[in-house]
Nanobody, 121 residues
Framework: QVQLVESGGGLVQPGGSLRLSCATS????????MRWYRQAPGKERELVAA???????NYADSVKGRFTIARGNAKNTVYLQMNSLKPEDTAVYYC???????????????WGQGTQVTVSS
């Protein structure tokens, strides 16, 4: 079964940057559309950024101007570039995607395993 694999989380000081990646485990599956969510302890999961099947992008007000979602050169990968990080960005980040298999729509609502982002001095 295809999986979404996340990487790139870690500990960073305020003002620093991280790049998260989310990729399918098998390259015959490509990403049709993707959303990045985050969840901090005791808080509801929130939508951070999204890229549509036509590559339009949308961002939460709290991250506009600091975060960028983009497709990689490989069609099975999407990145979330996070700049000017703040302590309130601390959360577990999850990717959620609609997938194509061999170029044909396959399935909605695949989730990555989550990656921890901690912003602290």
């Amino acid at each position: 079964q295809v999986q979404l694999v996340e990487s790139g989380g870690g500990l960073v000081q305020p003002g620093g940057s991280l790049r998260l990646s989310c990729a399918t485990s098998d390259s015959i599956f490509s990403i049709n559309a993707m959303r990045w969510y985050r969840q901090a302890p005791g808080k509801e999961r929130e939508l951070v950024a999204a890229i549509t099947s036509t590559s339009d992008t949308n961002y939460a007000d709290s991250v506009k101007g600091r975060f960028t979602i983009a497709r990689g050169n490989a069609k099975n990968t999407v990145y979330l570039q996070m700049n000017s990080l703040k302590p309130e960005d601390t959360a577990v980040y999850y990717c959620n995607a609609d997938l194509k298999r061999l170029g044909v729509y396959y399935s909605y609502n695949y989730w990555g395993q989550g990656t921890q982002v901690t912003v602290s001095s």
